[in-house]
């Protein structure tokens, strides 16, 4: 028993450790590295850096104020720096949406190509299910880090120091992103075991993703009572989390951390019995 | 006794369409099994069985003891399956060393395997090139060095010359004959006359079904004799075979190819009374075989059934 544990446990990291391989020495990795740093200059240049400046007038502050705390997000300006707070604001948002395109080929090209073939007869399905899953789990936090490193270098290049509350702050947003994210990746690795290509894997995310809310806003219609599920979607945490501050905002890693293990076991059932 | 491969009553459907039906055998290990049948036969699928691509529908299946895909099999079996390709992100030598490691080697280990199983397949030049550089008949090759990393005690390899030129397949066959001794191989293949050389023995699967599983040489070589004569044009060729002392029947095969069946107990040294006649009436022939072509052993056999 322990020594397939290991066995398992070597293998997954065999994949994962493959995954950063396929980033930093590939000529996609390069592409998928050289379009990140562009995005994030741009990020970085226009919406973060001009925002930032603007929230240091106090009329602009104290109308933000008023109308996120309108909406439940009362603490989203007080991250320690505005860099940070715009920087929350912007990623929790729109990564999701950037990690249903970026993992959505963690086994379907090798299924279709017929590689999945050559890695079954030397490892489980498991080891390459839950290995190719850790290793964009690495390459998020990879990814997600050197964004929040920029985004501190910006604000120390504004305000020339750095507050200790400020990297208490990063390493918050670091975590929370990475939870965020967490059912979102585990949602493409069971579509990447469903279908053949990434462009598949994609629409079948999210088509089901539209199917899943449209019908369950169909259903909340007519029985109300059943409003209770909606809270159960991917990310509808996120309004609660925007209006959280500090290592409090953990207390909402709950649900997403359940909805990747379901996804996860879903996906795991899909892989053990699909053909090859 | 411990067998190679043992089916017992395994089936396979794709949907309402059995592909297999009820297929039960043993496959010892030692020489070299043919897997043989007609496009549609089956022979793609039960390798996908043995392999633990698919799952059967119904049946048992062993390999060296274990169910198929089971961890127990790691780096223990290896094939070449049909159509599948490496990665065209990596180099070949960093996907096999990724093997290598990934069946319990150290890197180190993992790259001198991998350049030793390149070599094997004469692609130590091509190392660093990825698999989309590479023409079909290379691709080919090195999707039989990966199956040869390692030290495999099964080899399963699925059409292995198919596409490749002559001199290739020739080399592909050498090192499958080289290889035979250090581990069983099972090579399915719609060359037959490969197969003969290389084979000891077969099955013959047809519509799902196993037709037929014999030794390549045993029943063959008793009692038959195939004469292949230079064209020409030969007199009464046909009834002067019939009369030569032992013989049962004679049957033109193919263009001057006879297979002569005989009671091998009656006449012990037919060969020689075979020889004999040649010469006295002048026949010139090019080969002279003990026993039946495969092809002829089958296609007799489900002739006969049909």
Known sequence: MSAALSLFGRQTWLYSRFELQRLFLTPRGWFALAAFTTIWYFLLRYPIYQASVQLQEPEIQQMLSGMLGMVGMYNLLNWSLPELSVYWALTVFFMPLAVLFATADQTCSDRSRGTLRFLTLRSSRDSIFFGRFIGQILVQALLIGLSLLATLGLAVWRVGELPLSAINATLVIWLNLLIVLLPFTALMALCSALVRSSRLAISLAIVSIGVVTGSLGYLVWHFPDLRVVLEYLPGAQLPMLLGAQGWETLKHCGLPLLQTAVLLLIGRIVMQEKAL | ?306
């Open chain 2, 1 to 306: 006794m411990s067998y190679l491969i043992e089916a017992r009553n395994l089936s396979k459907s794709f949907g309402q369409k059995a592909v297999l039906q009820d297929l039960t055998f043993s496959l010892p290990s030692g020489e070299p099994i043919a897997l043989i049948g007609p496009n549609g036969a089956g022979k793609t699928t039960l390798f996908s069985l043995l392999c633990g691509y698919l799952p059967a529908s119904s049946g048992e299946l062993t390999v060296l003891g274990h169910k198929p895909g089971s961890s127990a099999l790691f780096g223990r079996v290896s094939a070449l399956p049909q159509d599948a390709m490496l990665d065209p992100n990596f180099s070949l030598l960093t996907q096999l060393s990724f093997f290598g490691q990934l069946q319990g080697m150290s890197k180190a280990k993992a790259l001198a395997e991998s350049r030793r199983v390149l070599s094997l397949v004469d692609l130590a030049g091509s190392a660093d090139l990825k698999a989309t550089a590479l023409s079909h008949g290379m691709r080919k090759r090195v999707a039989i060095a990966q199956a040869l990393m390692g030290s495999p005690e099964l080899v399963m390899l699925d059409e292995p010359t198919a596409g490749l030129d002559p001199v290739n397949a020739l080399q592909v066959r050498q090192l499958i004959a080289t290889l035979s001794g250090e581990a069983s191989f099972i090579i399915s293949s719609h060359n037959i006359f490969e197969l003969e050389r290389l084979c000891g023995t077969v099955l013959y699967l047809e519509h799902g079904k196993l037709v037929q599983q014999s030794a390549v040489q045993s029943a063959a070589t008793q009692g038959y004799v195939t004469l292949t004569l230079e064209p020409g044009a030969y007199t009464d060729l046909l009834p002067q075979l019939r009369a030569l002392p032992g013989v049962i029947a004679v049957s033109d095969s193919q263009k001057h190819e006879y297979v002569l069946q005989f009671d091998a107990e009656l006449a012990p040294d037919f060969d020689l009374t075979l020889l004999m006649a040649l010469r006295q009436f002048g026949w010139r022939y090019r080969q002279l075989t003990k026993g039946q072509t495969l092809e002829q052993q089958l296609f007799a056999v489900t002739a006969k059934q049909a």
